[in-house]
Every structure is written in C-alpha cells, then in structure tokens.
C-alpha cells in the first residue's frame, strides 16, 4: 500500500512537472529584447474604409469579408513606445485567382500624411486559407510624435477575408547618447548604452554623485539591487 501511495505521488508530481516544464520553456512575455512579440489586431477590431460600409458581409470563424473592389478595413494599433517592429502578418482566406489580399502597417503624422513601413500580401493567386508573411520592418514605435494603424484590403470582397493581423515586435534598448554622464563610463565603454539606458530610466543614479561615477566594476548588495529591481518592474503598494 505505501509503494502504490508513492507511486501515486510520482506519477501526480509527474504530471504536474510536464506542462509547467513546457511552459517554462517558453519565451516569458513582454521580456528581454531577443525574443518577438506577437501583438494581434482581430477582423472585428477594424473599422470599414472607403467602399466597404455599405455592402460589409459578416463572415462566420471571426473573419471579415465584403464591400467593394478597391475597399478597406483600417484598425489603430497600440505597441510600448521603443519597441522595434520586426514583421507583419496576415491570416485569411484567398479564393481569388486575379486579386490577393494585402496588409499595411502605417506611421500617420501629425499633419494628416502617413509613412508606409511595412507591406504583406497573399500573391495573386488563389492560395486557400493560410499565413501569409511579410519580412522585417525594423523601425522604432515613437508614440510621442506618431500614431500607428494597420489596413487590409481584399481585392476581390466576395471570395477573399480575413482573420486578423499580426505584428510582430520586439523591446529594445535605447540608443547610446552622444556624451557620458558619468566619469568612468566613456562613450568608448563596452557597456556605456546600456549604463545610460539604465540611468535615463531612473533605476540608478550611479555610485557618487561629485564627481558623477557609476562605478561599473564595484561589488552589488542586496539592497541595491533591490533598489535596482524595484525601480525597473515599477513595483509598489498595492491599493
């Protein structure tokens, strides 16, 4: 009896380990800056443009159809100001031999004009239902100047729709400035971009003030990486 309650215990513990060993393994979200993001946009979160209110067909699996030769649908898109932008993606369905369906990520200005950064397309011909791909995009967000949008057209409104767009992104680090704030970190530094990264960010203030060091090469205690870690993931009370 105590060998099949051990077992049992094993055979529990086992199971638990599996998926949480799988979900370990997987990129954690929204961290470091190697891995991308997906950010996804719906078909119901965009708007019908130009040619497509009237004649908009719902389509059933949460895809969106219809409208007019030459019509659109357009979504605003909301990514962490800094991220790099590194692909655009959109799933659906092409039944047409002659026209394709395309997805556009655009950078609007404040005066009303608008810088295309990235293009994807299904091809002009039927291809079924599938992922269709762009390469890399490679631009910053600056959500301080810019707004982001994406649009998607169907060529033919009555064979092609689609599922939804996806953007895939990832974080950066900001570039290196063009003078060193602290003494013993020079331009010239291995580390100097992420140093001043780390200080324009307000997690440290370097080690002495008068004369401004950072002391890159000294010793971290537990309270200063606390300070460090604090500042960085913004914690605080909870209300």
């Known amino acids: 009896m105590r060998s099949c309650r051990v077992f049992c215990v094993l055979v529990v513990l086992f199971l638990f380990a599996v998926p949480m060993m799988a979900q370990r393994s997987r990129p954690l979200p929204n961290w470091g800056t190697v891995d991308p993001i997906t950010y996804v946009v719906g078909a119901w979160e965009f708007q019908p443009g130009l040619g497509t209110e009237a004649t908009l067909v719902r389509m059933n ?5 219809g409208g007019t ?7 605003h898109v909301h990514l962490p100001s800094g991220a790099k932008v590194a692909g655009l993606e959109i799933t659906g369905c092409d039944n047409s031999a002659t026209t394709e369906i395309a997805a556009e990520f655009w950078e609007a200005l404040p005066d009303g004009s608008v810088n295309h950064t990235g293009f994807v397309s299904s091809g002009l011909a039927a291809t ?28 033919d409104p009555i064979g092609n729709t689609f599922s939804n767009v996806r953007i895939y992104y990832v974080l950066d680090v900001s570039p290196a400035p063009a003078v060193a704030r602290f ?4 331009t010239s530094h291995p580390f100097f971009r992420f140093i001043e990264a780390l200080a324009a960010s307000g997690i440290t203030a370097g080690c002495t003030a008068n004369p401004p060091q ?26």
């Open 61 to 65: 699996g949460f895809q969106r159809g």
């Open 69 to 75: 030769p030459g019509g659109y649908y357009y979504a």
């Open 128 to 155: 079924g239902c599938s992922y269709y791909t762009a390469g890399l995009i490679n631009f910053n967000i600056n959500n301080l100047n810019f707004t982001y949008g994406v649009d998607v057209t169907l060529g």
């Open 183 to 186: 003494t013993d970190v020079p």
């Open 214 to 239: 950072y002391c890159p090469d000294a010793f971290l205690t537990r309270g200063q990486m606390a300070v460090f870690l604090a500042r960085a993931f913004g914690l605080h009370w909870a209300y």
